[in-house]
């Protein structure tokens, strides 16, 4: 960062003088900052970047529209200088021992792939789907994908049937990469018969590529199928003579997926350009990463962190995966990864510290964190004990960083500011090139009060669209109809005098499960199965120490019993959804609130039980059963409810 401010100073003749001048010009300014960050990182393109942005509307604006780029050439850039034992990705799963592979090997076998996948016929613009582990194959066949122009698009092997048929038929894939399933806590999940529902609803899929992780043979089908050991055997072009298809600033990179309370899952659509310059702007300058640098995040392949992750290699960086438990055989399982990896950055979330913390887990007492630099932590709110316990148990001068975005932009918001001191719990302020505000009911920026937040001015890692959304309304309706001139993120923000940022959890009925955000409509399409439900509310709150309550609201058919109920619900959740849609609580309720307008009252119980006065968050005038609230208010007011609410929700 510093670097960049000095370069900043010699080649644009700026001379800024503190980080927070630094974000003000960057977020009031996007066409120069962008500019520079292009510049800054030498970004490999075809074509002239003298126009930065093309469109007058928020939702629509088009970066470098004149330039053609590949993420996958970027990711790649750093083989050609890299040593003969230089490591681009640690991968190790609970099947599988710790093993590296070198630039040379990963550049070598993402073109291979690539190649394979152009004999398969597939061109720049075709889905390719992957249903798939976090192994190294995984992130081969992303690169690879991304290589020859075609979209990606993942799904863990976790995920129901169901949910990825959601998902996939949106966006008609011509590839699919799949396996035979996967482990989790020392268990082994044969998932052939969910991939034969999943193969059989997919009518545009061309071909199979097939791992078996578990040693299984592929499910027989109607379309041809390679093994990967096939396809990743393909002769290709040496690094001189391979073509990466370097490709439109509106051409779509990856489709990934983030439920809203109504409807399909919104297929989140991110470009080449995007990607390339959130990531590089991120990673090297917010969180100081580069080349002998290395990142772990536990993650599965369903969520962005994975991306994310993947995105160390466009920083010169080495990419850290892991598939499996992080709680099996120990609850010290990703401190030992990091120790074997020799990681410089590591992550997890909050939820998971509060976890070790409760079993007496010392990482700095049975591990060898020596190169250890900084801990993230994201997917949840963090609270000071969580910076107290690292700094405690792992290493006493950590860079604790505490970071915040989210799918519909695969990146962040707020997060880390080299230069600022680390205070427990705070996130050290706004990211450059985003004007995030804190706006009250007025639509005013406010300081040092919670309020809605916003960003103001386009960023490059916006959305291109949402698949198939065609005219562009159900984008409109995320982001941007509740207030027009701003992309509305759904989380409440209070941006202190500082620059520091606190992140008080959803503003809207989306659910968070450590971090990855669930559609309630998925919640209820599953449950509308289950016998004895009549109905039912979920609703998914932020606690006082980082972690989440999801409680399940069933009102029971006459007869039904609660425990069969609660028995079949969380069964159907975890088969049909995944672990995560399994709610925490299931809870025997005489009724669920509706509006007069017939919509299920999520966002005021959520708040309910946070904290908030009734008075504030009810209007029963405009209810259409006002009388079943006064249930949900004293559910809310049970004392091993509070306890977990201890400071309460702040509402503007």
Known sequence: MADYMDWLTNERGLGLSSDEELWQWSAHNIEAFWSSIWDYFDIIHDGKPDRVTAGNDLSQMRWFPDCRLNYAEHALRFEASADAGDVAIHHSSELRPHTDLTWHDLGAQVRSVATGLRALGV?????????MPNVVETAIAMLATAA?????????????????IARFKQIEPKVL????????????????????????????????????????????????????????????????????????????????YSSGTTGLPKAITHSHVGMVLDQLKALKLHFDLGKGQSMFFYSTTGWMMWNSVMGA??????????????????????????????????????????????????????????????????GAPSSPSVFDWLYANVKPDLWVINTSGGTDLCGGLVG??????????????????????AWNEAG?????????????????????????????????????????????????????????CFIYGRSDA?????????????????LSGVTGIRDSLVVSCETSDGGYLMPLFVELKEGASVNDVEARAKAALRTEGSPRHVPDLVVCAP??????????????????????DAADVISRDGMSNPGVIEWYESFATRPEIRSLFATGLEIT
């Open 416 to 437: 880390p500011m080299p230069s600022r001191p680390v205070r427990a719990g705070e996130m050290q302020g706004r990211l450059l090139g985003m004007a995030v505000e």
């Open 444 to 500: 005013e920026p406010v300081i040092d009060e919670v309020g809605e937040l916003v960003v103001t001015r386009p960023f490059p890692s916006m959305p291109l669209f949402f698949w198939g959304d065609r005219d562009g309304a159900r984008m409109r309706e995320a982001y941007f109809n509740h207030i027009p001139s701003a992309w509305r993120h759904g989380d409440y923000i209070k941006i202190n005098g500082r620059g520091g």
């Open 313 to 378: 290699l466009i920083a010169g960086a080495t990419a850290i995966l892991y598939d499996g438990s992080p709680a099996w055989p120990t609850l010290d399982t990703l401190w030992d990864i990091t120790a074997k990896s020799g990681a410089t950055m590591s992550g997890a979330s909050p939820t998971l510290v509060a976890m070790m913390d409760a079993n007496g887990i010392a990482p700095s007492r049975d591990h060898d964190l020596s190169n250890l630099r900084s801990i993230v932590l994201g």
């Open 591 to 612: 009724g669920i609130p509706y509006t007069a307008s017939g919509k299920k009252m999520e966002i005021p119980v959520r708040k309910l039980i946070m904290g908030a």
């Open 123 to 131: 061109m720049p613009g075709d889905r390719v789907a992957s249903y």
């Open 148 to 164: 020859i122009g075609a979209v990606w698009s993942s799904a863990a092997p976790e995920f129901g049937s169901d949910m990825v």
């Open 177 to 256: 990469l799949a396996c035979d399933g996967y482990s989790f806590g020392g268990k082994q999940f044969d998932r052939r018969g969910e991939l034969s529902r999943i193969v059989d609803e997919l009518p545009t899929l061309e071909h199979l590529i097939w791992l078996p992780y578990l040693g299984k043979k592929a499910p027989p089908g109607t379309i041809p199928t390679a093994e990967w050991k096939v396809i990743a055997a393909t002769s290709a072009p040496s690094r001189a003579d391979f073509k990466y298809e370097r490709v439109a600033c509106d051409h779509a990179l990856w489709v990934l």
């Open 510 to 526: 989306t659910l968070n499960r450590h971090g990855v955000r669930i559609g309630t409509s998925e919640i209820y399409s599953i």
